[in-house]
C-alpha cells in the first residue's frame, strides 16, 4: 500500500455488487483514456483488491476494515492520500478531455466544491416534514438538500481544517443520524425519508455542526456548465445548449440489479439498524 500523499487523485468505491467493481473499473479505464496520468485511490472489498491493484493508475487500495454498506463510500473518505481529492461515483464514465481541468474546480478559498442538484427533477428535496410531505423542491440550503453527493472535491491539508473535519465526520454522523433509530424519534421535525439520504448527512455536517465549511459551488452554478460533470442519463444534451457532458452518471436500475446476487447483502448500517444488524 503506497503511503505517500500525492497533491491531486480521484477516489472510487466498489460495494455490494459486482455491477459496482466491474463499473468502476470501465471509470477509471475511461479516466486514462480522458485524463493526463491520473492518479486513483479505490475503496473496496477484500476480494476485489487484485482487480484493481492491476490498473496502472491506482496508486492505493484499501479494503481493511472496509464496511458492508450501501454509503461505504463516506467510510473510504477519510483514507485519501491526496490533497486535493475528486470522488467519482463508481457508475460515472468520463467522455471528454476538459476532465482536465476539473481540480481547477475548487479554488484555495473554499474547503469543497459540489454540484447542486436539479431541482426540477426527481422528489423533495426538502428537509422538513411539512414541506416533504407536500412534496416541495427546492436548492433553499438552510432546509432544503442543494449538494449532490455523486461528484464533489475537498482539501486534505492543514490549510483547509474544516474541509479534513467535514469528510471525516461524514461516515460517523451517517452511522450517529441516519442509522440511529432514537435520532429520528427525537426529531420528528425532520422528513423521515431523508433517512436514506447521505446527503441529509452531510446537510447537517455543514448546517449544524460546521457553519463555516466553504463550500464551492461547480462553475458558479452555472447549470449548463455545472450539469457537464455531473451528467445524468435522463439529460438530453440538445435541451441543454447544445453543451456536450464531460462526466456521465450511469444510474443503476436497481430492480434490475436486485435479481442478481451481490457479493455482500448489508445487515448492518441499515438506517434504522446498528452495527451487528441490532434495532437501535
Known sequence: ??????????????????????SAIQCIESLEDYFDDPKVMVACHPEWVEDFERLDSVVKVVSDD??????????????????????????????DEEINRVFDLLDDNHDCAFTVIDP??????????????????????EK??????????????????????????????????????KFWKEHPEIYFKNRAWDQFTF????????????????????????LRWNWNHYMDERSHGGLNPIIKHHPMNRALLNKVPGLHKEDEYQPGIGPGGNSV
Not at 1 to 15: C, D, N, P, T, Y
Not at 68 to 84: D, G, M, N
Open 144 to 181: 432544503h438538500l442543494r449538494y449532490h453527493g455523486g461528484f464533489f472535491l475537498w482539501w486534505n491539508n492543514d490549510k483547509h481544517p474544516n474541509g479534513q473535519k467535514a469528510m471525516n465526520l461524514w461516515w460517523p454522523e451517517y452511522l450517529n443520524i441516519n442509522c440511529n433509530g
Open 66 to 95: 472496509f464496511p458492508i454498506s450501501v454509503r461505504s463510500k463516506l467510510w473510504a473518505l477519510q483514507h485519501t492520500p491526496f490533497e486535493k481529492t475528486c470522488y467519482l461515483d463508481a457508475d460515472m464514465e468520463i467522455v
Open 1 to 22: 500500500m503506497i503511503k505517500m500523499k500525492h497533491k491531486e487523485g480521484f477516489l472510487l468505491v466498489a460495494s455490494m455488487h459486482p455491477y459496482y467493481k466491474n
Open 203 to 226: 446537510w447537517w455536517i455543514h448546517q449544524k455542526l460546521i457553519p463555516d465549511l466553504k463550500i464551492q459551488e461547480v462553475e458558479n452554478n452555472n447549470k449548463h456548465e455545472m
Open 120 to 141: 426540477n427533477t426527481g422528489a423533495t428535496t426538502a428537509i422538513y416534514t411539512e414541506e416533504g410531505e407536500a412534496q416541495i423542491r427546492d436548492n433553499a440550503k
